[in-house]
């Protein structure tokens, strides 16, 4: 900035100088009677012509500076060594994969502590699990361990029948999509945001993923259908549309393993009930791991782990659970009392 100041200051000082110069060459040279007046005011006139241009001189020079700090940036992005290693060749099978998480344990930072402990799960293929417990029990960093966002301090995970880390990187963030609260969006068309940017993808296969999500009213709505664009941020697309928009992106990819750390309560219940829709149509002759925070979202879950302090409570069938004398059971029945005390049920 201040290197552009110098520029712009010097740039007015020399055609303040210039302006002046031309004026009093001109009228001197008009006084001895060598020009006209016409020509003293055309040589000023030169004079403002050549301003312009110079102007933009600078400020091409602001921006390429911007441009020029952006860059640093990028490649200081670029050069960030990954903590998880893409050394893997292996390639997920198709359709719905079978999820093994073998004495999983993870820390964050050692003075923490361990965040999971000794988690040891095993999902067959196309099985809906609901995974309940405290904030902070670690429902969350166990997602992102079998999406391998990071790998576990110790233990394995193990997808398809083979380890995460012998899963080339492509094949696994194809197969698996991970959904969270977190949705970002990109400036572009709605077809560029469900795509990611993928140009291959036929237009009638987004038109369905965003239909399928219940959007479908949403996008008659568009101005230009999924060619409209969005803002960055999501400018002009609610929360409750971005979250269904991440959905669709999800749905695209057909995966074979969903992952979805349920939206909180933010959304209304109308929007609520549409999301409830769409996760049930995305998890279907899926496997899936649901994380809820409200019990409504696991009642159609064919099993319910729960999490808390980073070890596994109970897991088991949720028509069981629910029968018997569990933690499970009894989370029911404590919603189901909050739920008549504010009105909305019977007991
Ligand atoms: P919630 O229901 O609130 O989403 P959760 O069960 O998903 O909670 P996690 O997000 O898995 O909980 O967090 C488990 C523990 O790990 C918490 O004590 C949290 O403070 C810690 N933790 C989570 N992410 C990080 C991180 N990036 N760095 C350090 N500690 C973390
Ligand atoms: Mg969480």
């Given amino acids: 900035w201040i290197k552009r100041s110098f520029i712009w200051v010097g740039s007015i000082g020399l055609f303040s100088f210039g302006g002046i110069g031309a004026i009093a060459v001109g009228g001197w040279l008009s006084l001895r009677g060598s020009v006209t007046i016409g020509t003293t005011l055309l040589m000023y006139q030169y004079m403002l012509k050549l301003e312009e241009p110079i102007e933009q001189v600078t400020e091409q020079l602001a921006e390429f500076q911007k441009s020029a700090a ?30 093994e998480v073998k004495d999983v344990s993870y820390t964050y930072d050692e003075a923490e502590g361990t965040v999971l402990n000794q988690i040891s799960l095993s999902l067959r293929p196309g099985t809906r699990l609901g995974l309940l417990g405290r904030t902070g029990g670690g429902k969350s960093t166990l997602t992102k361990l079998v999406a391998r ?48 940017f993928d140009p291959t993808v ?33 400018t002009g697309v609610s929360s409750g549309e971005a979250q269904l928009l991440a ?25 609520e009930a549409m999301l409830s829709k ?32 980073g070890i596994v409570v109970e897991h088991g069938l949720r028509a069981e659970l629910a029968q018997t004398d569990s933690r499970f059971s009894a989370m029911v029945d404590a919603a189901s009392a909050g739920a008549f005390r504010q009105g909305r049920a019977r007991p």
Avoid: C
């Avoid at 219940?214 to 999501?234: A, K, V």
């Avoid at 279907?284 to 808390?308: F, N, P, Q, Y």
């Fill in 70 to 99: 952006g860059l640093r940036r990028t490649a200081e992005l670029m050069a960030t060594k990954p903590t998880v290693m893409r050394t893997g060749r292996g390639e997920l099978p198709s359709g719905p994969l079978s999820l």
């Fill in 247 to 271: 959905f669709a992106r999800a749905y695209l990819r057909d995966p074979g393993l969903v992952i979805l750390d349920e939206p909180s309560s933010r959304v209304d219940p109308a929007t």
């Fill in 202 to 234: 036929s237009d009638s296969e987004v038109e369905r993923a965003v239909r399928e999500v219940g959007l479908g009213p949403w996008l008659d709505r568009l101005p230009s259908g999924i060619r409209t664009q969005i803002g960055l941020d999501g």
């Fill in 278 to 309: 769409a996760m049930d149509r995305l998890t279907a002759g899926r496997t899936s791991i649901i994380i809820a925070h409200r019990l409504d979202t696991v009642s159609t879950a064919e099993e319910i782990l729960i999490l808390d302090d």
């Fill in 149 to 196: 966002f990071f790998d576990p301090s110790e233990g394995s995970v193990l997808l398809g029948g083979i380890d995460l880390r012998e899963i080339s990187t492509d094949s696994l963030r194809t197969r698996v999509a991970f959904v969270n609260q977190d949705v970002r969006l990109f400036t572009g068309t709605v077809r560029q945001n469900v795509t990611i």
